[in-house]
């Protein structure tokens, strides 16, 4: 494998043109589906209203958000024009958030109506209560001086103060086609394009710097290892704003052309659903979410002989649900990753050619160009 020195941004066009009527984004409780080329335009279009907003090179969006498209047009709308995607656990609660958007220095939010108990619209006019009397959109919050726009990517009305996502995608009022070019050719793989926010086991969550480099390698690295293609179809359930999902999942697509099937939150029936009906061949989880799914009820209901390949990781993968995987859901080709974020964040990984026992008992080798050291 050779080094990609290219921008995610760069990575997602090149797909585009090479696989411009290919499937890149299906959802199966929505109607949100896109070629590689709408979504490419879509993602551009989207840019451009950002540029036209103010938003520049440097600058910061947080998603606050289950795994929407309005996640994925987020990410790589940000990327095309250098603006650093900031994401947000859809676990976090006010104190959290607090504590995020005060150190990520946000210029806009990305958020949803709420994920289980929590209603992102309340605590975040808790929060910053000048948003109710925003003028335009445009907020102005001495606790945040930084952010300027909340976008709500809900389903009901849209708040007071909050600007509707929709609204951005069927804007007309957009940036000249050339301020997206020059913003493009302004940006170096090496920039910073993501923070991910991780707490291991030392407290308050630490800001990891990610940069196009990093997460495009990492997740060319992860797809080779289960020899994706653009013939793959990927279900994705395991969350966009964590490493799992966005690099994992997200750019291990894109750099291979495969199709994303994504799930907007882990629900067993769910993904057993939408592997049975679109025929995806890779998956993705945490040993219960698999475990989950093996127990289910309606298990047997369900056609797994598309699956493939896809990734068990998280934590220890126990031995008996492993082999259950491989012979129950037809997972004959799958893989275990170690990682951590500050490491974009695959270090090792077992391939498709290993022994099953291999896979069962190990976490694979060093992926390219990564040094391990005990």
């Given at each position: ?14 797909t585009?043109?090479?696989?411009p009527?290919?499937p890149a ?6 109607a949100?589906?896109?070629s ?16 036209r907003?103010?938003?520049?090179k ?6 606050w958000?289950?795994n ?5 047009l987020t990410?790589?709308?940000a990327?095309?024009?250098g ?13 959290e ?6 150190q ?16 992102y ?12 009397s925003s003028?335009d959109?445009?907020?102005?919050s ?10 709500y990517?809900?389903g ?9 996502f929709d609204?951005?995608?069927s ?15 302004s ?17 308050f ?24 293609t653009e013939?793959d ?12 999902g ?12 495969s ?7 882990y ?36 056609d797994?002989?598309?699956l ?5 990781a ?20 799958i893989?275990?990753?170690?990682g ?22 190990t ?12």
């Amino acid at each position: 494998m050779d080094l990609i020195r290219k921008t995610l941004g760069g990575v997602l066009a090149e797909t585009a043109a090479a696989f411009p009527n290919h499937p890149a984004v299906k959802y199966t409780d929505r109607a949100y589906e896109r070629s590689y080329g709408q979504f490419n335009a879509e993602c551009d279009r989207l840019a451009r209203v950002f540029l036209r907003l103010g938003y520049k090179k440097g600058d910061h969006i947080a998603v606050w958000a289950t795994n929407t498209p309005e996640w994925l047009l987020t990410l790589f709308a940000a990327a095309k024009i250098g603006v650093v995607l900031v994401t947000v656990n859809t676990n976090y609660k006010i104190f959290e958030l607090e504590y995020q958007l005060g150190q990520c220095d946000a210029r806009g939010v990305v958020i949803v109506d709420g994920f289980k108990d929590s209603n992102y619209i309340s605590i975040i006019n808790s929060l910053i209560p000048e948003i109710a009397s925003s003028a335009d959109g445009v907020i102005d919050s001495p606790k945040f001086p930084f952010l300027k726009h909340v976008f709500y990517a809900g389903g009901g009305s849209t708040p007071k103060g909050m600007i509707k996502f929709d609204a951005l995608l069927s804007e007309e009022n957009l940036a000249d086609v050339s301020a997206l070019e020059a913003a493009k050719a302004s940006l170096d793989p090496d920039d910073i394009i993501n923070m991910q926010y991780t707490s291991g086991t030392t407290g308050f969550p630490k800001g990891v710097m990610l940069s196009h480099f990093n997460l495009v390698n990492n997740g060319k690295s992860i797809g080779d290892c289960m020899k994706l293609t653009e013939k793959d179809r990927y279900c994705i359930c395991v969350p966009f704003f964590h490493c799992f999902g966005l690099v994992l999942s997200i750019f291990a697509s894109v750099t291979h052309g495969s199709s994303m099937v994504p799930i907007e939150y882990y629900r067993p029936i769910s993904v057993m659903e939408a592997v049975s009906k679109e025929k995806c061949t890779a998956l993705n989880g945490v040993p219960t979410m698999f475990i989950a799914m093996l127990e289910h009820p309606d298990f047997d209901k369900y056609d797994f002989s598309s699956l493939r390949t896809g990734i068990m990781a998280g934590s220890p993968c126990p031995v008996k649900a492993m082999r259950d995987v491989v012979e129950k859901m037809n997972m004959k080709e799958i893989t275990i990753v170690f990682g951590q974020t500050e490491s974009s964040p695959g270090c090792t990984q077992t391939t498709v050619d290993d022994s099953l026992e291999r896979r069962v008992s190990t976490v694979g080798r060093t992926l390219p160009f990564v040094e391990a050291k005990i």
